[in-house]
Each structure stands twice: as C-alpha cells, then as structure tokens.
C-alpha cells in the first residue's frame, strides 16, 4: 500500500478515517460541511484498505477526484472513477470492495435507474463512504435510504408518510402577530399556526447508530460573508389575469385552502409538493399549477415580466462578476442573456448540454473576469468552483431550499475570496419572486411566494432533525 505522507489530516479527516478502519464498521455517511475536504476525506478512507476502491460521483466532478488522488500521493490504481450515468449502464460488481459515492444525497430516489444499480450492488460492498453536505434536500425522511444502504438493512423506513408518522409530530398553538401601521404595533393579532416537531428523538439518535460522521467547518475566517435579500415583485396586471386564470383551470378548493396556508417563523406548511415536475405522471394539479405559474413569473406572453426586468436593472449596476441562476432554460437563463447581451453586458451560458470543455473553459474565464454575469441553470449547478463573485440572483424560487443552497455554495467558497481587498469579501444573495398587486385579498399569497413560505418551512423542521443527527455523530 502506497504512503500518503504528502497529506495532512486535519482532526476529522483521521477522525473519519479511524472509524472506517473499524473491523465491524460497515461504511459511513460523511456529512460535512463546505470546505470541509470531504473529497481528501474519502481518499483517505478508502486509501486505508488493501480492496479495490470504486469511486461514484457526477461527471462534472471526475475530473476533481481524479486530482485530488494525484495530489495527495494515493495509488491511483486501486480507484475506478466513474459518473452516476455510467454506473446505470455498468453492471457493478462490489463485492469485496469499498465504494464511495460523492453527492450521496441523489441515492434518497430509489427510483432512479442509477440509483437501483447502486443500491442493489451496493449489498455486497466491503465497506460504503456516501459523501454529501446536504443529506436532507427536501424532506427529513431523505436520509433515511442513505443510511439504510450502508445498514445493508431497513434502519428508518424510507416512505414519507411512515417517516413522519413515526419521526414527526404536529401541533397547534397560538402566537401573536404585530399589526402594524407606519412602523408602529397597533395591536397584536392573535393566530393559529402549526409547528412541527421530532418525535420519538432518542430512538432516531440511536437508530443512527456508528453510521454518521458530522463535521461543520466553523472557522468562516477563509469564506466571504453574504447577505440574504427577499426581493417581492409586484406582477404586471396582464401577468395577473393569466395567474389567475391558471390558478382556476388548475386547482381544486383544497389546492386553493393550502395556497392561502400563510407561512409564520416557526410554523409547518404540510404539502406534499412532488419536486419530480419533468416527468407528469407524477404530477398532482398543484405541482403543474406551481411549475406553470413559475415560468409566468419570467415571461409573460414572450415578454420579460416586471420582475426580470428590476432584476436585470439591478445585475447592470451590480458588482461583478455575477451569477445568475434559473431552474429554467429558455424562460430563465437563455432569455435572461438576450438581455444582457442587448445592454453590451458580457455573460456566458451554463447548462447540462454544455460541454466538459466548454464548462472548464467558463469556469476559467470567469475566475480570470473575461465577462462579467455567468447564467446558471439547475443542471449545471454542481461541481463549480467560482472565484470573486459579488453577487448571485435567483430568478424564482423553488421546492426547497437545498438546492438554491448548492447554487450559493458556488459562489460563497472556501478561500474564493482570498486575494481581495477585506471590504470586497462579501456576496450578496438576491431571491426575486413575483406577488400580486395590493388590490388583491391580502389572504391571496402568489404561486413565488407561497414556494417561499414552503421551503421556509420545510427547512425549519430539517433543521431540527440536523441538530438531532449531530448528536448520534461519531468523531
């Protein structure tokens, strides 16, 4: 076995690697933070076996792994790198092996292709390292799949409604809510919200068991600061009427109660919001109500809504370089860069069709300020590592917060702002969303903002299952 003296562990990287090193231990879910190593983690992991190593992790990251191996001396003829999408398409033979699986949150859909293949060879791993920073992306029964895998048995059950019917109790209480008039309390308002909450929280600590290794990176001396703008949009009274009219064609009275559901800090919006909008088998009437009304915040009749139009005035007289995210392509991102290109704004186009070379070409450009706004979209968003940026803007808001997370992390970077001066090493967060005009019910919450209120909310109970997962970590 080849030394790795050229590396220097810091406590929780040894930490993890020690635990691995244990006869009985069947793997471990690395649940570490941004800047954490989670990369040099894992190689040092799976280094500190004699079995053959099979590496798993999306394509734009091959690349990255395949250096960090190199750069830390591991023999790197114990490690196969392959893509999640080639792994559908390989019949994986584990057996006798260890298997590292980076960007491990994917695994929670056990209905992917990619994923069965993985799972189901997955049995007969020696050991099994998943890394992820976010193994609750959008409800807290995600990370039930990633530790039954490495269990190799049915820890937490993985259907959502027994998840929560066994790890998950709601209540109802009264708080006050301020009246305001100018700036002063009037008189406080007395409302009915539910809070969601950890039930049975000693058995999911212990049924955690050896399986977690938490680590949260709190040194935030080498990562630039952010501040976090809400950005409401007062909708144009064409986009209105056609909201309106989708919102009539689409939901049912139920659909209707659950939209006029207000969100309040510490309350719990429970919707069940199926996050799989690409494919509409699986789509309830409210999912198609919330993708629809979605793109409408951006276009409206082939026209840039209000909305996009305060946001490009605002990326014109920005601080470069920006990042612009969208989860759409040709009513976000594309058309967002026809604007900029009309206003002589240099930008570039990131996406899934874009090629490795071209994204490695980007990358380094924009790092090296050859243009000033790059336009993300969702499936382009992993694996980058940008320099210097000033300021991202989300152009609509999504399911959950985990994935607009991964978008910030892009840009909010373990020593990305290193060579700056100290006034410049921050970034602003923009978050636009589109709401209706005052002349509407103030019980009326738009299809952008009630997506807000969710995610706040789903957040707020991940959260609390977070702190509960730091507890059962073992380093």
């Known amino acids: 076995m080849s030394s790795l003296k050229r590396i220097n562990l810091k406590e929780h990287q040894t930490k993890s690697r020690n635990v691995i090193r244990e006869k009985d231990s069947k793997g471990l879910l690395v649940f570490h933070g941004l800047g954490s190593g989670k990369t040099l983690t894992s190689i040092a992991m799976a280094h500190n076996s004699d079995k053959e190593v099979i590496v798993i992790v999306p394509a734009s990251l091959k690349d990255n792994y395949k250096k960090e191996i190199a750069k830390f001396g591991a023999n790197k003829k114990k490690f196969t790198i392959m893509s999640f999408e080639m792994s559908a398409k390989t019949k994986l033979q584990l057996k006798n092996k260890v298997l590292v699986v980076d960007e491990a949150h994917r695994l929670r859909n056990t209905n992917r292709k990619d994923t069965k293949n993985i799972i189901d060879a997955s049995k007969k791993a020696e050991k099994i390292i998943l890394l ?8 807290p029964n995600d990370i039930a799949s990633l530790i039954n895998i490495i269990a190799r048995e049915n820890v937490f059950p993985t259907n959502k409604d027994k998840f929560e019917q066994e790890y998950i109790e709601v209540t109802t209480k009264v708080v006050n809510v301020p009246y305001k008039v100018f700036g002063l309390t009037i008189y406080q308002n007395q409302q009915t919200i539910q809070v969601a909450d950890i039930k049975n929280r000693k058995e999911y600590i212990k049924k955690l068991g050896n399986y977690v290794s938490f ?6 001396s080498n990562y630039p600061s952010k501040t976090v703008y809400y950005k409401p949009v007062v909708m144009s009274a064409e986009q209105e009427k056609i909201h309106r009219a989708i919102e009539a064609e689409q939901l049912t009275n139920e659909d209707r109660k659950m939209l006029k559901v207000n969100y309040k800090p510490g309350g719990y919006v429970n919707i069940n919001i199926n996050e799989n909008e690409n494919k509409p088998k699986e789509k309830s009437k409210l999912n198609a109500y919330l993708s629809a009304t979605r793109q409408i915040s951006n276009v409206v009749k082939g026209k840039p809504s209000p909305k996009v139009f305060q946001m490009l005035e605002k990326v014109k007289n920005a601080n470069k370089p920006v990042v612009v995210y969208s989860n759409y392509i040709s009513k976000g991102v594309k058309m967002f860069q026809t604007l900029l290109d009309k206003d002589n704004i240099t930008s570039r186009l990131f996406t899934g069709s ?14 090296n300020r050859k243009f000033d706004v790059l336009c993300l979209s969702r499936s382009g968003s992993e694996g980058l590592d940008l320099k210097r940026t000033r300021e991202v803007h989300i152009m609509e808001p999504f399911w959950n917060n985990s994935q607009l997370d991964q978008v910030i992390g892009r840009a909010v970077r373990y020593k990305s702002h290193e060579n700056m001066p100290n006034n410049e090493k921050n970034v602003d967060i923009y978050h ?12 009326d919450i738009s299809a952008d903002k009630f997506l807000i209120n969710m995610s706040k909310s789903k957040q707020e109970l991940i959260n609390k299952f977070i702190e509960a997962t730091k507890e059962a970590s073992v380093i």
């Open 354 to 367: 874009t090629s490795a070379k071209d994204k490695k070409k980007i990358v380094e450009d924009y790092n």
């Open 132 to 139: 992820t920073g976010t193994p609750f992306v959008n409800r």
């Open 215 to 220: 680590y949260e990176n709190k040194n935030s």
């Open 432 to 443: 636009w969303y589109s709401v209706y005009s005052k002349r509407s019910s103030s019980k």
